[in-house]
């Protein structure tokens, strides 16, 4: 690695070469204020001009998120001009900006905010006209707010990274400039898959998730049996929302929010992904030995299915029928338990929290309703459970640890929890499918082959009883369409495929808490390359805690199929816990 | 949306086919495109971005970036009012205004017959002839707003003089 020397305000520094003056000056102990930069210039559009400083060789001033230190350059931070220009250029994108932050859920982690404080911008510097804005609320995961947008492009950075998929673009010029789907489509009549990736890096509320919390209001209003579910991966990062370290599981306190909140029975989303284990690893089963459409593909993760039906409908029958395990278990709440409780189904209103905001897509299918019945009739993300938690009053951090709700839906496995992160509904599945083929347990519990927290293609070959099975596992639709496109060429090797829409799976997904180094001081630096692995490490600590491991030896599933659905695959199992897919159009007529 | 026949469908992706080579083959594409079909619909951008790779959202960014291309089909005479700083002020606007008034149609817009496009273009390079006016490639120098009524005119007979004419 070679070095350069530089001057910060007269202060020498040796400093990586190649490194931009904003990555040296971070290195050095200074953060300038910047926008548009983003994740080691996933996005340098070098478009907001914030980050504007001084530096010797240059003309003028420099964006310091493109330009590169060289040796014996000097770098004034805070001079008079470096500061001013700062502050103007914050001051610009403020003249053009619905600065309604009273009512914007992004008020508190939104970056324009930030640095318009940093830099002491004033909103009325530059009165003046403001662009054509438009408002996009037609889909079910999110919203699109053009008056509040900067155009940093960093949606479309993402949406081009994780997925190659590129919803979003810039449309028209100059100032009349925005950003959309093409043809300003809504998302929902775009091939959009509604993963909010692009609502994860917004810096402003431009990008959010479409809020579901007036319907939980509501059906506390009307009287409802509110009962809630809380997904793995909420867990690993809702205690980032209240200051605790990235990675550091809340699940108690979580659970004592949730109750304080008034919800009537509260739910760990792992029996249904135990549940799901049972149905998928049967189904896999019976696809291995009857000559079924192989290699099957996992269907837990709303934005893949998206991503299917949108652009591979030609192979869904590759995809496992089981719905995805929050659905599965409000099926179960709304039968099963709602017979045992003596309760009817419409009087119940499940609400799920999730680290996804596909899945307030998901609720709302035709497929997945039973008897006309949703399975679930909310989906908070992450970040709204945060915002309930701090409007309801809560001291999060004071609450004491609590467990959840142990009657017939309480006990869950190891599998289950792991499922919050890429490769773990694999790793899940293996366990049990191995008990199945073999009829004893695996002594090494743990399948390290599938194990990851990045986006891209893993593979593994498991020895079952003299059977190779071979699968592999992809996140991020730009890792999976590659082994897709392998199924459609008829060259897949493999007879098990995990895929999860989001890089990294559940943990990094769309209504997860934002990670920006500026409102996160006490983490590392290199924060945005660890947070996915230190959320993953919460939910693979949780399953080493855990007794049971295996979903096929968690009793209250056994007891459920004992004393209602019969057997995996049943008819009733069929009704209740399978769903059906259909291609979709990319472009469907307005 | 309808969906692209089969010819069109396969003539777009001849274009594409032929272009990816070039150094920067979606502008090249696109122009080609215009010219042989006289707009970039949203089916044809569609198209574009299976043969190219390019999102959709790109290449619908690139159409409405540049105002040679269009969403829509143009009419049989295209009218390019140049409204760079030099015709501008040598009174391009007036020029325009003129045009627009006269076939009631706002810049970007087709007269209903279908004959004439109204628009309003950036430089066009031709400042020394200021203000310029083209028309399917036919330059105006030094266009004048008296003379707009006129040009409209020789148009208008040309179309008259052909449905007139014996078959």
Not at chain 1, 226 to 239: D, E, F, N, S, Y
Not at chain 2, 122 to 134: L, N, S
């Amino acid at each position: 690695m070679s070095t350069v020397n530089i001057k910060i305000e007269g202060i020498p520094y040796q400093v990586e070469n190649g490194l931009t003056i904003l990555e040296a000056a971070k290195a050095c102990g200074y953060e300038i204020p910047s926008l548009c930069a983003f994740n080691h210039g996933e996005c340098n559009a070098a478009s907001c001009r914030v980050c504007l400083v001084e530096a010797t060789g240059a003309r003028g001033l420099v964006a310091s998120c493109v330009y590169p230190v060289a040796e014996g350059m000097e770098i004034k931070i805070s001079s008079q001009k470096a500061v001013e220009a700062r502050r103007r250029s914050v001051e610009l994108l403020l003249s053009n900006h619905n600065k309604n932050c009273q009512q914007c859920d992004k008020n508190g982690q939104c970056e324009l905010l930030h640095v318009a404080n940093v830099t002491g911008a004033r909103d009325d510097a530059f009165a003046g006209v403001h662009s054509e804005t438009y408002l996009d609320t037609l889909a079910p995961g999110l919203v699109r707010d053009t008056s509040k947008c900067i155009l940093c492009g960093r949606c479309i950075a993402r949406c081009n990274n994780a997925h190659a998929l590129g919803i979003l673009g810039f449309e028209n010029r100059g100032f009349k400039t925005f950003v959309s789907p093409a043809q300003n489509r809504s998302f929902a009549e775009s091939p959009c898959i509604q993963c909010g990736q692009c609502v994860n890096v917004c810096p402003t509320g431009a990008l959010m998730e479409h809020s579901e919390i007036g319907l939980v209001d509501a059906a506390f209003r009307a009287g409802k049996h509110v009962i809630v579910q809380a997904a793995p991966a909420v867990r690993a990062a809702l205690g980032e929302e209240f200051g605790y370290p990235v990675g550091t599981p809340v699940t108690g306190k979580m659970i004592a929010a949730l109750r304080r909140l008034g919800f009537e029975r509260v739910y760990d989303v792992n029996f249904g992904a135990d549940l799901t284990i049972m149905e998928e690893g049967t189904e896999l089963l019976h696809r291995l030995t009857e000559g079924g459409t192989l290699p099957m593909i996992t269907s837990c993760s709303p934005g893949w299915v998206n991503y299917a039906e949108l652009q591979y409908g030609d192979l869904l029958p590759h995809l496992s029928t089981c719905k995805s395990p929050h659905q599965m278990q409000g099926a179960i709440i709304k039968s099963y338990w709602a017979k045992e409780k003596g309760i009817a189904p419409e009087d119940i209103f499940v609400v799920s929290v999730m680290p996804c905001i596909a899945k307030k897509y998901e609720e709302k299918r035709e497929q997945e309703k039973v008897n006309n019945i949703p399975d679930v009739d909310a989906v908070i993300t992450t970040r709204e459970l945060a915002r309930m938690i701090r409007k309801s009053g809560i001291l999060f951090n004071r609450l004491p640890d609590e467990e959840w709700d142990q009657d017939i839906m309480g006990d869950y496995s190891g599998a289950g929890v792991i499922f919050g992160v890429t490769g773990g509904v694999m790793e899940a599945a293996l366990r049990t499918v191995y008990f199945k083929l073999t009829g004893k347990e695996k002594e090494e519990i743990v399948f390290t082959e599938v194990r990851g927290h990045e986006a891209g293609i893993r593979e593994a070959s498991i020895d079952i009883n003299g059977t190779t099975v071979n699968v592999a596992i992809a996140s991020g639709m730009r890792s999976a369409r590659v082994l897709l496109d392998e199924i459609r060429a008829g060259k897949s090797k493999y007879q098990f495929i995990e895929i999860m829409g989001c890089p990294g799976g559940c943990i990094n997904g769309g209504g997860q808490p934002y990670v920006r180094s500026c409102f996160l001081p006490e983490e590392d630096d290199n924060i945005l390359d660890t947070y996915k692995e230190k959320r993953a490490q919460a939910l693979y600590s949780e399953d080493e805690r855990q007794v049971i491991r295996q979903s096929h030896n968690n009793p209250q599933i056994i007891e459920l199929y004992e004393k209602y659905l019969g057997e995996p695959n049943s008819h009733l199992a069929h009704e209740l816990l399978h769903t059906s897919y259909a291609a979709r159009e990319k472009f469907p007529e307005k | 949306m309808g969906k692209l026949n089969a010819a069109a469908d396969q003539k777009i992706r001849e274009i594409c086919r032929r272009n990816l080579n070039e150094k920067t083959p979606l502008m090249i594409i696109l122009s080609d495109i215009q010219n042989e079909y006289g707009y970039i619909p949203l089916e044809v951008q569609e198209v574009v971005s299976e043969e190219t790779g390019v999102p959709v959202a790109e290449i619908y960014g690139v159409v409405t970036f540049y105002s040679f291309f269009s969403l829509t089909p143009k009419g049989k005479y295209v009218i390019g009012c140049c409204l760079g700083t030099a015709c501008y002020v040598k009174g391009g606007q007036q020029v325009i205004d003129k045009f627009s008034e006269l076939l009631h149609i706002k810049p970007g817009e087709t007269t209903e017959d279908g004959l004439f496009t109204l628009d309003a273009l950036r430089c066009i390079g031709a400042c020394g002839i200021a203000p310029a006016v083209t028309i399917n490639g036919t330059v105006y120098p030094k266009m004048a707003v008296s003379q707009v009524q006129e040009v409209i005119a020789g148009y208008l007979n040309k179309e008259n003089e052909k449905e007139g004419a014996p078959a």
